[in-house]
């Protein structure tokens, strides 16, 4: 597999934390530098505490550190107590919710999803980004794209290229302009979900074909969220959904497992890596 | 035939000023900039709670009454029941509540006490037979019509936009060039359309000259507002305020930056004597800053209380007949105020939690209708802007000259902030600010030979 020299990871967090600092100084995100802290710190104890008690040799920090800028970027709330139960509950659900050496979903996705499923009084300001932000945020996305070849790009473009085609085609089909459909891809949500979210290479199925499935799987539950249901946040409900047909889908369509390149990392917690045929 | 003018989703109203200063924690209230200082404004209230709304629609026609219809999209059948007429004078006490308010202070006597520190605020129709037969013909099916009040009201569902242009025009609705394409995707999107005009003979019964808000209440995930049809051939930019009773907490857009205005701010004492041009330069400033492409928020309040107050908060009754349908009968059902100025958590809560939106919107920089959701957000929020007085006292002391040395500071600061909010010149602010209270402490031999 074509692994980047450099881990990916350490330009994601960059871009995030640049995206942070940026959107707390200048786009007034409802949160402030000691929210985003306390965050960071409950994330980061938690996976060490985690680490400890499955006894992994070396506590690789980068993982936690973009699930805890992804929720500092996306989760809102009043009081302090849900956003620490958001930051303990996504570092957990990588050690608890697993199946066949993977973590089932995206920590940060199933973080949220879990509080607003418990009713929690956190919410998702998905288009506080502003017009500048998510253009300089795009650039960043497709030059990480193009940086660390990532091996996983695919299920990106994937989800991009059928999200498109729901988006535009929906337009098109209503007679709409193209300025609508591309007024709702310019959303710093949208592309925080893309290029982070549904990439994550330790959730998503272990083949390219599977991949490519499972991406169009989201967007198409996405797109009914919320051009159907006309609810909120349909991105990460279908990501979230759809996490639980990646056993299924690996199953049928099955692939080799992704590790990240550093040691001691959660992939340690893994069985041994079998070797599957590579579709 | 007669022409009407179509207001697509465009509402307006207007405000008595409030006489007399309240006194709150949070300053002496001293004016307000309501609705009333823009034009092309429209309101719309919206009520909503578990997928139920009552919208309630103000706009500011002031041409004749005959020549007045609005075409809404609706997503769903509009029933004789949902459809009510609202009293104007209900938006008026809204507007007055949530407007943004202008406060001000005294400095006190730095002598005697030591300067005062303002905690700042908790952030807180008839259709005659042969017209059925014709609109049948153009695929537009008149699924129901009332008079309602002083309106005739026609609930229409079509198959084709181009037969349901067709038909507004031949009814004497001005459909402006280009509308087709928008009414195709509402149609698309099995919206029906609301279509009211002014039934003169009722609105000479009620007499007076303008025109009550209507009320429609539906059930619908939908939670939006259709503006895009208001937007074909608008001349300029329409000024929208939109005031979401939840009882969750604050609402936002979804697809357009929701961004608080800017607030709890000192500013020279002249403002006291033109708080509304200022608040129209601020206002103006804020819309360019963000690219045009922002709604503002002026107001999120839990409606059980304010401070200050620009109004009473409103009755329980009140909320009532603007669409707040979740408040048990039992609590407050007199319709007695309750109680201003601090939380009152007792057994009167209103649950009610009000959002005030504002903005400024056109074709170019909103391609796309509101969508709205409703955050768990119950952080107060106001636009409030101070003023205070210096002490203009002659004794001397320490303090007292520690202060006359920060008082010009202070008066620079709030010039630079007025320059910066409102991009007036900064030079003309200075002017108008003069020294007014700074008072040059006389030599002592000055004194002497008094």
């Known amino acids: 597999m074509d692994q980047p020299k450099i881990d990916p990871r350490l330009y994601q967090i960059t871009i995030l934390s640049g995206l942070l600092i940026y959107g707390i100084s200048r786009l007034d995100f409802d949160i402030d530098a000691g929210r985003a802290a306390l965050i960071l710190s409950i994330t980061l104890l938690t996976q060490f505490l985690c680490g400890a008690g499955y006894n992994l040799p070396k506590v690789d920090p980068k993982s936690a550190l973009i699930s805890a800028l992804s929720l500092c970027l996306l989760l809102r709330a009043n009081a302090t107590a849900p956003v620490i139960a958001a930051a303990v509950i996504t570092i957990f659900s990588k050690f608890v919710l697993r199946y066949n050496g993977k973590h089932l979903f995206n920590p940060t996705n199933f973080g949220i999803v879990f509080m607003m499923l418990c009713g929690a009084n956190i919410w998702v300001s998905p288009a506080q980004w502003g017009a500048a932000a998510t253009f300089a945020f795009l650039m960043a996305c497709f030059g990480g794209l193009v940086v660390n070849r990532a091996s996983r790009s695919d299920v990106t473009y994937a989800f991009l290229g059928c999200y498109l085609v729901i988006v535009f085609g929906r337009a098109f089909w209503l007679g709409q302009p193209t300025a609508i459909p591309l007024h709702m891809l310019q959303n710093g949500g949208f592309l925080l979900f893309t290029f982070f979210m549904i990439s994550d290479p330790k959730t998503t199925p272990d083949s390219r074909a599977g991949r490519i499935l499972f991406a169009c799987g989201v967007a198409l539950g996405a797109g009914f969220v919320q051009l159907v249901l006309y609810r909120p946040n349909g991105l990460l409900w279908s990501l979230a959904f759809f996490s639980m047909t990646t056993p299924l889908i690996d199953r049928l369509l099955p692939g080799v497992k992704y590790s990240w390149r550093s040691a001691g990392s959660i992939s340690e917690l893994s069985t041994p890596i079998k070797q599957r045929r590579m579709i | ?450």
Not at chain 2, 91 to 103: I, T
Not at chain 2, 195 to 207: F, I
Not at chain 2, 373 to 398: M, V
């Open chain 2, 1 to 450: 035939m007669i022409r009407k003018t179509i207001f697509a989703a465009t509402f307006f109203a207007s405000v008595g000023l409030l006489g007399g200063l309240a006194y709150s924690f949070c300053g002496f209230y001293v004016a307000k900039a309501d609705t009333k200082l823009f034009n092309r404004a429209s309101q719309v209230v919206i009520a909503r709670h578990d997928d139920k709304t009552v919208l309630t629609m103000s706009n500011d026609f002031k041409g004749e009454l005959k020549e007045f219809a609005v075409v809404i999209p609706t997503p769903t059948l509009i029933e004789r029941d949902q459809i009510h007429i609202a009293d104007r004078a209900l938006l008026d006490h809204l507007d007055a509540y949530s407007a943004p308010r202008l406060v001000e202070y005294y400095d006190e006597n730095p002598c005697m006490i030591r300067m005062f520190k303002m905690e700042a605020g908790p952030s807180v129709g008839a259709i005659e037979e042969k017209a059925l037969d014709k609109a049948k013909s153009l695929g537009v099916t008149i699924e129901a019509q009332y008079t309602v009040g002083e309106y005739d009201i026609l609930i229409l569902s079509a198959k084709q936009s181009s037969g349901l242009e067709s038909w507004l025009k031949e009814n004497g609705y001005r459909i402006p060039p280009g509308a087709g394409p928008v009414l195709e995707s509402y149609l698309k999107q099995g919206m029906k359309f609301f279509v009211a005009k002014v039934n003169l003979a009722e609105q000479a019964k009620l007499g007076g000259a303008y025109l009550r808000p209507i009320q429609i209440a539906y059930e619908s995930p939908k939670f939006m507002l259709p503006i895009r049809l208001g937007m074909v051939n608008a001349e300029g930019p329409q000024e929208l305020f939109v005031y979401a009773l939840t009882r969750k907490g604050r609402v936002e857009t979804t697809n357009y930056r929701t961004v608080k205005l800017a607030t709890d701010l000192e500013l020279p004492l002249y403002i006291k004597e033109g708080f509304g041009p200022f608040y129209q330069a601020l206002f103006a400033q804020h819309t360019e800053k963000e690219n045009r492409e922002a709604l503002f928020l002026e107001y999120a309040w839990d409606m059980r209380w304010c401070d200050p107050c620009a109004a009473d908060p409103l009755s329980a009754d009140e909320l009532r007949r603007l669409g707040v349908f979740w408040l048990d009968g039992e609590a407050d059902s007199n319709g007695s105020r309750l109680i201003p100025q601090r939380p009152f958590r007792g057994a009167g809560a209103q649950e009610v939690f009000l959002t005030r939106l504002h903005v400024r919107y056109d074709s170019a920089h909103f391609p796309e209708d509101l969508v709205f959701q409703e955050t768990a957000d119950r952080q107060n929020f106001q636009s409030r802007y101070i003023l205070r007085h210096p002490w203009k006292g002659t004794d001397e002391c320490a303090e007292a000259a520690a202060y006359r040395k920060t008082l010009r500071d202070r008066q620079e600061k709030e010039a630079q902030t007025l320059a910066s909010l409102t991009g007036w010149k900064i030079e003309d602010i200075r002017n108008k600010t003069g020294l007014d209270g700074i008072v040059i402490p006389k030599k002592w031999y000055q004194k002497l030979w008094e």
